[in-house]
């Protein structure tokens, strides 16, 4: 008995020796990883090369290899190495990532919370929704939640966006979706489960030139636009998706570029195409494109955000805002 409770009391005294050390050791290691040389080793992890690192930190390509060869020597650790697409991230790279993100969260929390600033939520949205749906969004923000601020992020490509909520560069983002799961419109679904609440439908209109040979055609069909010429942007848009959910195969897909030229090419008779009610309300209105009598489901405007962003102090009350009343 006494000889066990010996070991059992040197174990414990060995583990707890242990432990002093590694505190003392990382309470070192943490004095010497400075906040620049985290932000210096997200921008690398997301432009890939430190070419393009350097140009988004606006600094020297040679400052930022030298402040990762600090971060390197200072963890004792390889974080990085070099790939066909670029810099890739080694396995302890990859454990810093989450941690650099999260202290990097704190540490602007911390100066914004000593300054005595208001909380800061980092919204994305897709550039299709900027002129439209955003300004009434930071309305509900700032009617319902008024000590915030609300820094606005617009990007064209919505994995930027959902990459950008994932690795906390941003809190939340809107975007285009249907159905019950992030992804439902058909694009792939996010590389971590996000939450999700639906802010407003979007309307979407199947619209053609006044010319055109269905303009004045009654109770059509998906069917009868089999061997139509459906004018669309790329397979990632929002518009292709709903085009292939609601129009499914048969139209002919003919790729012309974004909303102004899918707009303007169907004014000039040139085809049909699908795209929200917001963008061609002005033509349907002015009688320069007219609308297909063919039911159409809305789309959702998505606020999307990570489960874990809610345990932050009122950011639950904060998202939630955005709802309709």
């Known amino acids: 008995m006494t000889h066990c409770a010996f070991a059992q009391a040197s174990g414990s005294t060995a583990t707890a020796a242990r432990s002093v050390r590694n505190f003392r050791t990382l309470r070192m290691v943490c004095g010497r990883v400075e906040v620049r040389q985290l932000r210096t080793f997200e921008a690398v992890i997301r432009h890939r090369t430190v070419t393009d690192a350097a140009v988004a930190l606006d600094l020297a390509p040679s400052s930022v290899s030298q402040q990762i060869r600090t971060l390197e020597g200072t963890l004792g650790v390889a974080l990085f190495m070099r790939g066909p697409k670029g810099m890739e991230l080694t396995p302890a790279g990859q454990r810093l990532r989450g941690w650099a993100r999260t202290l990097l969260d704190q540490t602007e929390q911390a100066i914004r919370d000593v300054r005595g600033q208001q909380q800061l939520l980092r919204l994305g949205a897709l550039e299709t929704l900027a002129g439209s749906y955003v300004p009434q969004v930071?309305?509900?923000?700032?009617?319902?939640?008024?000590?915030?601020?609300?820094?606005?992020?617009?990007?064209?490509?919505?994995?930027?966006?959902?990459?950008?909520?994932?690795?906390?560069?941003?809190?939340?983002?809107?975007?285009?979706?249907?159905?019950?799961?992030?992804?439902?419109?058909?694009?792939?679904?996010?590389?971590?489960?996000?939450t999700f609440l639906d802010l407003d439908p979007v309307p979407l209109a199947l619209v053609c030139a006044p010319t055109h040979p269905f303009a004045t055609r009654t109770a059509l069909t998906p069917g009868d636009l089999e061997h139509e010429r459906l004018l669309v942007n790329v397979p990632e848009c929002s518009f292709w998706m709903a085009g292939n959910k609601i129009l499914g195969s048969g139209p002919k897909?003919?790729?012309?570029?974004?909303?102004?030229?899918?707009?303007?090419?169907?004014?000039?008779?040139?085809?049909?195409?699908?795209?929200?009610?917001?963008?061609?309300?002005?033509?349907?209105?002015?009688?320069?494109?007219?609308?297909?009598?063919?039911?159409?489901?809305?789309?959702?405007?998505?606020?999307?955000?990570?489960?874990?962003?809610?345990?932050?102090?009122?950011?639950?009350?904060?998202l939630y805002a955005a709802a309709r009343p």
């Open 138 to 194: 930071l309305a509900r923000f700032a009617e319902r939640q008024p000590g915030i601020d609300v820094e606005i992020h617009s990007e064209r490509a919505r994995d930027g966006l959902l990459a950008d909520v994932i690795e906390g560069r941003l809190e939340a983002a809107l975007l285009l979706d249907s159905g019950d799961d992030v992804g439902g419109l058909g694009f792939p679904p996010p590389a971590q489960p996000l």
């Open 253 to 318: 897909r003919i790729k012309v570029g974004g909303i102004p030229v899918m707009r303007a090419w169907a004014e000039h008779g040139l085809g049909i195409t699908l795209l929200p009610r917001f963008a061609v309300a002005d033509n349907l209105r002015s009688g320069t494109l007219v609308e297909l009598d063919l039911p159409l489901p809305d789309l959702s405007l998505r606020l999307v955000w990570r489960e874990d962003q809610e345990s932050r102090p009122g950011m639950r009350d904060i």
